[in-house]
């Protein structure tokens, strides 16, 4: 018997993540409330993503991890965007950021930073300097 784990989109725009044996059922459940009170609150809801899992183990591991996901990463996940959802599982440190040049076009890996590299703290200056805004 197929377990299913599931993403539900609710009308705030939050996202539920669960699993079930009969994913038609629980949608329904979802879907007329009254069963979890999470998505009760935030009907409608939308199935956005669903997948089968040979073992209830396996769909039980699977949302626990997405349900610690960003939102990006369940979008990116439910739109199969495999580069996106690649880009996101990365710590935003080490994501490589794209702008528009000068030419209005993306230029991939450009990080531009609007705050000066600050000289380290030494507290004998901060009587002589003005405060600076922060960046």
Same mark, same amino acid.
Request: with cysteine; glycine share 6%; net charge neutral.
């Given at each position: 018997?197929?377990? @299913?784990? &599931?993403?539900?989109?609710?009308?705030?725009?939050? &996202? &539920?993540? *669960?699993? =079930?044996?009969?994913?038609?059922?629980?949608?329904?459940?979802? %879907?007329? *409330?009254?069963?979890?009170?999470?998505?009760?609150?935030?009907?409608? !809801?939308?199935?956005? @993503?669903?997948? +089968?899992?040979? =073992?209830? &183990?396996?769909?039980?591991?699977?949302?626990? !991890? %997405?349900?610690? @996901?960003?939102?990006?990463?369940?979008?990116?996940?439910?739109?199969?965007?495999?580069?996106?959802?690649?880009?996101?599982?990365?710590?935003?440190? +080490?994501? %490589?950021?794209?702008?528009?040049?000068?030419? *209005?076009? !993306?230029?991939? *890996?450009?990080? =531009?930073?609007?705050?000066?590299?600050?000289?380290?703290? %030494?507290?004998?200056? !901060?009587? =002589?300097?003005?405060?600076?805004?922060?960046?």
């Amino acid at each position: 018997m197929p377990i @299913w784990c &599931y993403i539900l989109k609710c009308a705030d725009g939050k &996202y &539920y993540t *669960g699993h =079930t044996d009969d994913l038609e059922r629980r949608y329904a459940e979802h %879907v007329h *409330g009254g069963y979890c009170g999470f998505t009760t609150r935030r009907r409608p !809801v939308t199935l956005i @993503w669903a997948q +089968e899992f040979a =073992t209830r &183990y396996e769909a039980l591991s699977s949302e626990l !991890v %997405v349900k610690k @996901w960003s939102r990006a990463k369940k979008e990116a996940l439910a739109a199969q965007d495999w580069a996106s959802l690649s880009h996101f599982a990365k710590p935003p440190r +080490e994501r %490589v950021s794209t702008s528009l040049d000068t030419n *209005g076009e !993306v230029s991939a *890996g450009s990080q =531009t930073s609007s705050c000066p590299e600050q000289p380290p703290f %030494v507290s004998s200056e !901060v009587e =002589t300097q003005r405060a600076e805004p922060p960046c």
